[in-house]
Structures are given as structure tokens and as C-alpha cells.
T-cell receptor, first 111, second 111 residues
């Protein structure tokens, strides 16, 4: 089974901190994605990557950046955390055109 | 702009009822439609429907793709409390790298 592992299930950070969310997949998938999920807004795409060192902005990239130095790892960076970035963050991977496998999610609270 | 709309947004039923969840889409170069179930954490894959596979069934769950009406339904018969979850519909287009998600239907099955 494909596994997508997110490093933290719950995280509490202070406003202004730099935050790293890590995601690792073990099935050699080309594509990796970061979403945030908020009540009433559904899943919104932050960034995705279709190859090592390649990244594309999604629908809501402001305040975020990403890094993909190795195929299996896709990191989401909050440069200066703010309270409106309190959310559930979901990482996913897939071969192109096929369904995603999601990680377990990281519930981030910024205080 | 690609769009995926789910209805209803929320639903409460009694155990044993049959429910139908709806998903309509407007995407350029449709490739496939996927259904996911999300309980407390990460969404888990249910079905993928394509032009060559428009009907899928697994136990009490079934789904149909209507290519003419650009929509899909997810049926759950003899509902159980364990069916309580958010059900997500998502669409791949041939021109996109990422799934386009609807906002989800929140289903609550009461004893």
C-alpha cells in the first residue's frame, strides 16, 4: 500500500514563527500536493509539484512556500505564521491522472 | 474556470435509510471523477469513474457517472452510523495536474 506520512498530527505555533510541515511518500509518485481544509470551504490547493525541484502555485499560495529536493519529500513552509493559517493541512501524492493517496493530516494552530 | 459542486452540503438521516449524494462538474477535457470518504482524518478513496467505467459498486455504496448531465451520484443503502463522514467529489481534467474538489457533503447517520 502507498503510504504518505506527515510528520506531525498536531502542531501549535506562535504568530510570526517559521513553520515547516513535512510530507514523505514511498511509492515513487511524480505528483505531490498540499491542501488546507477549512469548514465550509472544503479542500483548497496551496501548492503542487509534478517533479523534483518543480513547483506550481495552487489557488491560495500567499503566505506559503514549498520545497521538493527529493522525489519522495514535499515540504510546506509558512514563512511567518499568522492566526488565519490555523487549519488542517493535508498532503497527497499520486501518479499523474490517478487518484490521490492522502497523509493523515496536520492540524496546525497558530496562537 | 473548472467547477465542482456538491449537494446537499449536509444531511442527517436515520440508520437504515438510503441516501443519494450529488456532484456536478464543469471542467475542460474531463478525464475522471473520484469519490472520497473523510472521517476524522485523511480522505480515503472510494471510487473512480471514467468514460469507460461509469458505474461502480462496493457493498452498500454505489456510484454512477452521467456524462451527458456532467454529474455523478453516490448512493448509500441501509445506512449505518459508521457511514457518518464528509463525502468528497473530485474531478481530473486532462489539462490539469491537480484534482478539483467540491466542498463536500457532511452526512450524519443517527441511531
Amino acid at each position: 500500500d502507498v503510504k504518505v506520512t506527515q510528520s506531525s498530527r498536531y502542531l501549535v505555533k506562535r504568530t510570526g514563527e517559521k513553520v515547516f510541515l513535512e510530507c514523505v511518500q514511498d511509492m515513487d509518485h511524480e505528483n505531490m500536493f498540499w491542501y488546507r481544509q477549512d469548514p465550509g470551504l472544503g479542500l483548497r490547493l496551496i501548492y503542487f509539484s509534478y517533479d523534483v525541484k518543480m513547483k506550481e502555485k495552487g489557488d491560495i499560495p500567499e503566505g506559503y512556500s514549498v520545497s521538493r529536493e527529493k522525489k519522495e519529500r514535499f515540504s510546506l513552509i509558512l514563512e511567518s505564521a499568522s492566526t488565519n493559517q490555523t487549519s488542517m493541512y493535508l498532503c497527497a501524492s499520486s501518479p499523474r491522472g490517478y487518484g490521490y493517496t492522502f497523509g493523515s493530516g496536520t492540524r496546525l494552530t497558530v496562537v | 474556470e473548472d467547477k465542482v459542486v456538491q449537494s446537499p452540503l449536509s444531511l442527517v438521516v436515520h440508520e437504515g435509510d438510503t441516501v443519494t449524494l450529488n456532484c456536478s462538474y464543469e471542467v475542460t477535457n474531463f478525464r475522471s471523477l473520484l469519490w472520497y470518504k473523510q472521517e476524522k482524518k485523511a480522505p480515503t478513496f472510494l471510487f473512480m469513474l471514467t468514460s469507460s467505467g461509469i458505474e461502480k459498486k462496493s457493498g452498500r455504496l454505489s456510484s454512477i457517472l452521467d456524462k451527458k448531465e456532467l454529474s455523478s451520484i453516490l448512493n448509500i443503502t441501509a445506512t449505518q452510523t459508521g457511514d457518518s463522514a464528509i463525502y468528497l467529489c473530485a474531478v481530473w481534467s486532462n489539462s490539469g495536474y491537480a484534482l478539483n474538489f467540491g466542498k463536500g457533503t457532511s452526512l450524519l447517520v443517527t441511531p
